[in-house]
């Protein structure tokens, strides 16, 4: 560790900066029209969606450790409307169909932020856009390329931000938005609990089995949920179904969390108008400021632990269980 991180502590800050509520863990048989595994983004909004689509469905959501503990409170809190990773990347796979993809990705995220005002979610959402920066010559030509956003020389450039190492940036203001991950997650918990998810922590599915056409048993260590349909919502973890373990590879990515600045600080670095910050590398870097003005780090690292591990050790900071998935 450099001399400039000495004094860091490994832990997760957007968790502890907004602790979530607690729910109980399944216990007993039940039943039920959807099983939702895991409490990320992924299955909590599914569990709200099935609750609107019909508020008479019974919905269990079942989280092996604390709701939000893994990726989704403890990422960059970049929203981006993009489908595909970008202009370029969309453009030069599904040329025809780029415009659609546009379009559905902006409206995808204009709803989620009529969601979370109906929801009732405090997020700490901040639409102040994306600005794409250039370190190298080839850099800034890939900028002027781009379409979208405004295109920002190297005196612009450095009149937002001041680093001495950009050379020009490109700000897109429209198409993405910040957030603080981890209220995200616990508020959308919050949400569904509220609609009627009945949510479970320390809650571990063990294993599926159907029983007979159109149900499914899930299993957890204290409990079994008898359901019409199960969603899995697992990302990174080892996959319940077997034909997906192969397709499921965990890559670790970490950031790093300053302290906040002092306005002197703040004055000397600019970024009044508090974009999210991303390079043009291939594995990229990415920053943003906090509601406190803590600068977050991220991005470059895509670290892989052979045979597909994902343990305790190679995380940072733990949930309120700390002990879940096992290493063996
Ligand atoms: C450092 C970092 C920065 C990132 N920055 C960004 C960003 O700025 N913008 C962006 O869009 N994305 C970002 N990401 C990616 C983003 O966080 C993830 O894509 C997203 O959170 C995934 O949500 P999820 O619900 O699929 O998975 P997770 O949040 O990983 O949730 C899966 C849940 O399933 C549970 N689970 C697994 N197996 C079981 C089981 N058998 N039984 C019960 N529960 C189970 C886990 O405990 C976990 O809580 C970042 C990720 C990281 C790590």
Do not use: C
């Given at each position: 560790m450099t001399v400039a991180l000495a004094g860091s502590e490994h832990r997760v800050f957007w968790l502890d900066d907004a602790p979530g509520e607690s729910y109980r863990q399944l216990e007993g048989s039940h039943t039920a029209d959807l099983t939702v595994v895991g409490g990320g983004y992924c299955g909590l909004w599914t569990a709200v969606l099935a609750k609107r689509r019909d508020p008479g469905a019974r919905v269990v959501l079942l989280e092996a450790e604390t709701i939000g503990w893994a990726a989704s409170g403890r990422n960059g809190g970049f929203v981006e409307a993009s489908l595909t990773h970008g202009e370029e990347n969309g453009r030069s796979r599904w040329p025809d169909e780029y415009d659609t993809l546009a379009r559905l990705g902006s409206a995808n995220l204009d709803a989620m932020e009529r969601d979370l005002v109906e929801l009732g979610i405090h997020a700490e959402l901040e639409r102040t856009g994306v600005l794409s920066v250039a370190y190298e010559p080839h850099q800034v030509r890939w900028l002027e390329e781009m379409s979208e956003g405004e295109l920002l020389d190297e005196r612009a450039v450095q009149a937002e931000i001041s680093s001495p190492i950009y050379r020009a940036g490109r700000w897109v203001k429209e198409d993405s938005a910040l957030v603080h991950p981890a209220r995200l997650a616990h508020g959308l918990?919050?949400?569904?609990?509220?609609?009627?998810?009945?949510?479970?922590?320390?809650?571990?599915?063990?294993?599926?089995?159907?029983?007979?056409?159109?149900?499914?048993?899930?299993?957890?260590?204290?409990?079994?949920?008898?359901?019409?349909?199960?969603?899995?919502?697992?990302?990174?973890?080892?996959?319940?179904?077997?034909?997906?373990?192969?397709?499921?590879?965990?890559?670790?990515?970490?950031?790093?969390?300053?302290?906040?600045?002092?306005?002197?600080?703040?004055?000397?670095?600019?970024?009044?108008?508090?974009?999210?910050?991303?390079?043009?590398?291939?594995?990229?870097?990415?920053?943003?400021?906090?509601?406190?003005?803590?600068?977050?780090?991220?991005?470059?690292?895509a670290i892989y632990h052979p045979g597909r591990k994902v343990r305790p050790s190679t995380r940072t900071g733990t949930s309120r269980s700390g002990a879940w998935p096992r290493t063996s």
């Open positions: 918990a919050l949400a569904a609990a509220k609609l009627g998810v009945e949510v479970h922590e320390h809650s571990a599915v063990t294993s599926l089995r159907s029983v007979r056409r159109g149900t499914v048993d899930v299993r957890t260590a204290r409990g079994l949920v008898r359901s019409k349909q199960v969603a899995l919502a697992t990302n990174v973890f080892r996959p319940l179904l077997r034909r997906t373990r192969l397709m499921t590879v965990p890559v670790y990515d970490y950031v790093l969390m300053t302290e906040p600045l002092s306005d002197a600080q703040m004055a000397e670095i600019g970024w009044q108008h508090r974009q999210g910050v991303g390079d043009l590398a291939n594995q990229f870097h990415y920053s943003r400021l906090t509601r406190d003005n803590r600068i977050l780090y991220g991005g470059y690292d």
